[in-house]
């Protein structure tokens, strides 16, 4: 059964470091999705992608955040200045439609010291 | 505003018993879908259940199953025979209009006791 991988499973970084997180989605899905959950908290929005261009970004996607999808499969997280509050896990989502049910990757657990 | 509401951070329940977990949200629209998503200490998001609004019959899967009542705006998990593997946060999922980004409940922890 096909499934949403995601690269490192941990990272560990410091504080003003830059980080990408790489997620590879169900090939022939179309919604791409990044998630984050605090330790102990809900699970949070952060940006959702299609057509190659973002179609909503949350608040906490300020400027030091940006998405991409290089190659057609590949599609990835980038913190530019990693600060201690962006310790989480980052999950990455995919859907074939809109309103699809979406597949989660196993998520990259970031820690910033 | 669409929101999502579960009400118990946590509930336990004997092995074998069965448990009731709720959800509420609210929105303006008539057509959407629900989910319910398993969270294990792994923290890997699995799917448990989709519901879609304009189905009358409650969706189930296996030992799972939904009360969805739509006028009320409830979406409760039902989890049968209860296993030791069910113990997990779980967590109720409404894809916003427009971007179909999920909008989660704040979870809750099942503990499943021997």
């Known amino acids: 059964e096909p499934e949403v991988t995601q690269t490192p499973s941990h990272q560990v970084t410091q504080m003003g470091q830059e980080v990408i997180l790489r997620c590879v989605p169900i090939s022939n899905h179309l919604y791409f999705y990044w998630y984050r959950q605090i330790l102990g908290q809900k699970v949070e929005f952060l940006v959702s992608?299609?057509?190659?261009?973002?179609?909503?970004k949350s608040e906490i996607f300020d400027d030091q955040f940006s998405v991409e999808r290089p190659d057609g499969s590949n599609f990835t997280l980038k913190i530019r200045s990693t600060k201690l509050e962006d310790s989480a896990m980052y999950f990455c989502?995919?859907?074939?439609?809109?309103?699809?049910?979406?597949?989660f990757g196993p998520g990259t657990r970031l820690l910033v010291l | 505003a669409q929101t999502v509401t579960q009400s118990q951070p946590e509930m336990s329940v004997q092995e074998a018993e069965t448990v009731t977990l709720s959800c509420t949200y609210d929105?303006?629209?008539?057509?959407?879908?629900l989910f319910w998503y398993k969270q294990p200490p792994s923290r890997q998001m699995i799917l448990v259940i989709r519901?879609?609004?304009?189905?009358?019959q409650n969706a189930t899967e296996n030992r799972f199953s939904v009360n969805f009542q739509k006028a009320a705006k409830s979406f409760s998990l039902k989890i049968s025979d209860s296993q030791l593997g069910d113990a997990a946060m779980y967590f109720c999922a409404y894809p916003n209009s427009g971007t179909y980004k999920y909008i989660f409940g704040t979870g809750t922890r099942l503990k499943v006791l021997a």
């Open positions: 929105t303006s629209e008539s057509d959407y879908y």
């Open positions: 989502a995919s859907s074939l439609a809109g309103r699809e049910t979406q597949y």
């Open positions: 519901q879609e609004a304009y189905k009358q």
């Open positions: 992608f299609y057509n190659n261009e973002i179609s909503e």
